[in-house]
């Protein structure tokens, strides 16, 4: 499509494949190629296989898939709780991260004294890793030192103070808001930057007619966000369903207490690695891979056909 | 104009003062919400790097305070340097970074030059090839991955990261700088051609018009994998090659009781990048904001 712009002043294109063109897509064909799409296909193919003796790997079919399925004693339980605690890691993001992004994005899409200020520092622990901010928010969440216990008894809520990391209950979800609240900058500016396109000339009527910012958010503004909030959904989704770095620092490959806080990105470095009480086993982590790249698939299959539900705004 | 009765003249202040009243409501609860992410966005990486600076009792006594000349201690910085080797942690994760985005940048423009610039059968093939890897999270071809770096003999090298990167960063890179390269004008690149340019040369010309491109592509593209976690453990654990975020986790989980080096190694790993994101954040994010309104 984009290459009729240069036909005529190319002939050599009529040549299947020039010389230079190789050069140009070699390097990255056989990178991307070699170290991203043939991993990710031959660990689906591994899923297949378990190993005999030492070298000798033997095809078994679905074999691997079934152990994970019915397996009662540590892998079928193991999975569904990763499962559910993936879903409702994604479930805590999107429900707490992308409304709040959200509204400060339209905040600071009119004008702002200070807007640029706001935006750094509310972006800033995004360019942190998960690990370094999850255990800034241990310390801080750390009854010991009782930094947010002295805030919430500041607020008259004193009584509300747990050690949230520690509890069965409350450390999935824990975890979850931390993600969340660093990467609460990312979906700001996807959403900013939607918002900062739309020409003026769509909502000046309205002002001049004495509407509110707010009316003029809730009527105008987010029909128009639309597209962008389920292309925010989608990546939250891609990314929490990644999520490991956060829990792995917390709460080691076990993702206790009592693997209330196993996703199933853990889930799938204990089964390949090992731990305590999981023996090492590459074929079944592949399985276990395997399973994570359908979970995702049917994720993108479903964003694709909600969107073409929503009707979007051409600008 | 038409003339108005006393009494609505009188009216007039209270109509546009009531207007303009909402409006400065919503101004300031506007600014109130604002600045209450603002602080809670910044306020425990900040209370973290002050407390850093004092003794182990200031810590817990007054962690609000800023350290004085009675609770100034550098402790736990002292046990930093003694017990572990941040520098070459950072020297690690800079080489890593640095060099697997030159590659990326390097290489996602040649694709994105050809990929815009010629129609070769494939053409359309070879974008979704690339799109794929935007969707898939190159971690769920782990098992796969290690198999392959241990084969080729580079398992415990930098080199495993900076190749593992480079083909996980492409995909995104290429998807974004196929945009802006379809946008540079057609006959810029005629007019070298007619002056006898080789297709080399052309690309060589106009890579100084797609400058603003390769600052969102590096924006993106350097912060997962300077903060990476996974990678680093499965694919180069050792002492030798750990990066900043690797190193950092394994001091943190060996000194977990020592607060006073928890929090020197916690404001060691985040306050060098922090520096560096607030020299750059207006060109950061305003690459993020043309990268998305691209996309």
Same mark, same amino acid.
């Given at each position: 499509?984009?290459?009729?712009?240069?036909?005529?002043?190319?002939?050599?294109?009529?040549?299947?494949?020039?010389?230079? *063109?190789?050069?140009?897509?070699?390097?990255?064909?056989? *990178? @991307?190629?070699?170290?991203?799409?043939?991993?990710?296909?031959?660990?689906?193919?591994?899923?297949?296989?378990?190993?005999?003796?030492?070298?000798?790997?033997?095809?078994?079919?679905?074999?691997?898939?079934?152990?994970?399925?019915?397996?009662?004693?540590?892998?079928?339980?193991?999975?569904?709780?990763?499962?559910?605690?993936?879903?409702?890691?994604?479930?805590? $993001?999107?429900?707490?991260?992308?409304?709040?992004?959200?509204?400060?994005?339209?905040?600071?899409?009119?004008?702002?004294?200070?807007?640029?200020? @706001?935006?750094?520092?509310?972006?800033?622990?995004? *360019?942190?890793?998960?690990?370094?901010?999850?255990?800034?928010?241990?310390?801080?969440?750390?009854?010991?030192?009782?930094?947010?216990?002295? *805030?919430?008894?500041?607020?008259?809520?004193?009584?509300?103070?747990?050690?949230?990391?520690?509890?069965?209950?409350?450390?999935?979800?824990?975890?979850?808001?931390?993600?969340?609240?660093?990467?609460?900058?990312?979906?700001?500016?996807?959403?900013?930057?939607?918002?900062?396109?739309?020409?003026?000339?769509?909502?000046?009527?309205? @002002?001049?007619?004495?509407?509110?910012?707010?009316?003029?958010?809730?009527?105008?503004?987010?029909?128009?966000?639309?597209?962008?909030?389920?292309?925010?959904?989608?990546?939250?989704?891609?990314? $929490?369903?990644?999520?490991?770095?956060?829990?792995?620092?917390?709460?080691?490959?076990?993702?206790?207490?009592?693997?209330?806080?196993?996703?199933?990105?853990?889930?799938?470095?204990?089964?390949?690695?090992?731990?305590?009480?999981?023996?090492?086993?590459?074929?079944?982590?592949?399985?276990?891979?395997?399973?994570?790249?359908?979970?995702?698939?049917?994720?993108?299959?479903?964003?694709?056909?909600?969107?073409?539900?929503?009707?979007? @705004?051409?600008? | 104009?038409?003339?108005?009765?006393?009494?609505?003249?009188?009216?007039?202040?209270?109509?546009?003062?009531?207007?303009?009243? +909402?409006?400065?409501?919503?101004?300031?609860?506007?600014?109130?919400?604002?600045?209450?992410?603002?602080?809670?966005?910044?306020?425990?990486?900040? !209370?973290?790097?002050?407390?850093? /600076?004092?003794? +182990?009792?200031?810590? /817990?006594?007054?962690?609000?305070?800023?350290?004085?000349?009675?609770?100034?201690?550098?402790?736990?910085?002292?046990?930093?340097?003694?017990?572990?080797?941040?520098?070459?942690?950072?020297?690690?994760?800079?080489?890593?970074?640095?060099?697997?985005?030159?590659?990326?940048?390097?290489?996602?423009?040649?694709?994105? %030059?050809? !990929?815009?610039?010629?129609?070769?059968?494939?053409?359309?093939?070879?974008?979704?090839?690339?799109?794929?890897?935007?969707?898939?999270?190159?971690?769920?071809?782990?098992?796969?991955?290690?198999?392959?770096?241990?084969?080729?003999?580079?398992?415990?090298?930098?080199?495993?990261?900076?190749?593992?990167?480079?083909?996980?960063?492409?995909?995104?890179?290429?998807?974004?700088?196929?945009? %802006?390269?379809?946008?540079?004008?057609?006959? !810029?690149?005629?007019?070298?051609?007619?002056?006898?340019?080789?297709?080399?040369?052309?690309?060589?010309?106009?890579?100084?018009?797609?400058?603003?491109?390769?600052?969102?592509?590096?924006?993106?593209?350097?912060?997962?994998?300077?903060?990476?976690?996974?990678?680093?453990?499965?694919?180069?654990?050792?002492?030798?090659?750990?990066?900043?975020?690797?190193?950092?986790?394994? /001091?943190?989980?060996?000194?977990?009781?020592?607060?006073?080096?928890?929090?020197?190694?916690?404001?060691?790993?985040?306050?060098?990048?922090?520096?560096?994101?607030?020299?750059?954040?207006?060109?950061?994010?305003?690459? !993020?904001?043309?990268?998305?309104?691209?996309?």
């Amino acid at each position: 499509m984009t290459a009729s712009l240069s036909q005529q002043g190319q002939p050599k294109n009529r040549k299947p494949f020039p010389l230079h *063109i190789v050069v140009f897509l070699a390097p990255a064909v056989v *990178i @991307y190629g070699l170290f991203m799409i043939y991993p990710l296909f031959d660990s689906l193919r591994l899923g297949f296989f378990v190993q005999v003796t030492r070298g000798v790997e033997q095809f078994v079919g679905t074999q691997n898939y079934l152990t994970l399925l019915t397996d009662e004693a540590i892998l079928q339980p193991r999975l569904l709780n990763a499962l559910k605690n993936s879903f409702l890691f994604f479930a805590v $993001n999107m429900l707490v991260q992308n409304p709040i992004a959200l509204f400060l994005a339209a905040a600071l899409s009119t004008k702002t004294r200070g807007g640029l200020l @706001y935006r750094v520092l509310i972006f800033s622990p995004a *360019i942190l890793s998960l690990a370094i901010a999850g255990f800034v928010w241990r310390l801080v969440l750390s009854p010991l030192w009782g930094v947010v216990y002295d *805030i919430l008894k500041a607020l008259g809520l004193g009584a509300y103070a747990q050690p949230w990391l520690g509890l069965e209950s409350t450390a999935l979800i824990t975890l979850a808001l931390i993600s969340a609240w660093q990467y609460l900058g990312i979906p700001m500016m996807l959403y900013f930057a939607t918002l900062i396109s739309i020409p003026n000339e769509l909502f000046e009527a309205a @002002y001049v007619d004495g509407a509110t910012d707010w009316q003029i958010f809730w009527r105008i503004k987010l029909p128009l966000l639309m597209p962008m909030v389920g292309i925010v959904s989608l990546l939250t989704y891609i990314g $929490n369903f990644n999520a490991f770095d956060v829990i792995f620092a917390l709460k080691g490959a076990d993702a206790g207490p009592n693997y209330a806080s196993d996703t199933m990105m853990t889930f799938f470095y204990r089964t390949f690695f090992g731990s305590g009480f999981q023996k090492a086993d590459p074929h079944m982590g592949a399985a276990v891979a395997g399973t994570m790249f359908v979970i995702l698939l049917a994720g993108v299959l479903l964003y694709l056909l909600i969107r073409r539900r929503i009707r979007s @705004y051409e600008l | 104009m038409a003339s108005y009765s006393e009494a609505e003249r009188k009216r007039w202040p209270d109509i546009v003062s009531d207007v303009d009243l +909402r409006h400065l409501a919503t101004k300031v609860l506007k600014h109130w919400m604002l600045m209450a992410f603002a602080l809670l966005s910044t306020a425990p990486v900040a !209370l973290v790097v002050l407390n850093s /600076f004092k003794a +182990r009792r200031a810590i /817990f006594r007054n962690p609000y305070h800023l350290p004085n000349a009675e609770t100034f201690d550098l402790a736990g910085y002292e046990t930093v340097f003694e017990k572990s080797q941040f520098h070459l942690y950072y020297f690690n994760s800079l080489f890593v970074t640095l060099t697997a985005l030159a590659l990326i940048l390097l290489f996602g423009t040649m694709v994105a %030059f050809a !990929l815009a610039e010629y129609s070769f059968p494939g053409n359309n093939l070879l974008r979704l090839f690339f799109l794929l890897g935007i969707i898939i999270p190159i971690r769920l071809g782990s098992v796969s991955l290690l198999r392959l770096i241990v084969s080729l003999d580079l398992i415990g090298t930098l080199w495993a990261l900076i190749v593992v990167y480079v083909a996980g960063g492409l995909p995104l890179a290429v998807f974004i700088l196929t945009q %802006f390269m379809s946008q540079v004008p057609g006959e !810029l690149k005629d007019a070298a051609r007619v002056d006898g340019a080789s297709e080399y040369r052309v690309f060589w010309l106009i890579l100084p018009i797609i400058r603003p491109a390769t600052g969102t592509v590096s924006a993106i593209s350097i912060i997962p994998m300077w903060n990476d976690l996974w990678f680093p453990l499965v694919l180069a654990p050792g002492e030798a090659t750990r990066t900043v975020t690797l190193g950092a986790q394994q /001091f943190m989980g060996q000194f977990s009781n020592d607060w006073n080096a928890l929090l020197a190694a916690l404001s060691l790993s985040s306050v060098p990048v922090l520096i560096i994101y607030f020299i750059s954040s207006k060109q950061l994010l305003q690459g !993020l904001t043309a990268g998305a309104i691209k996309n």
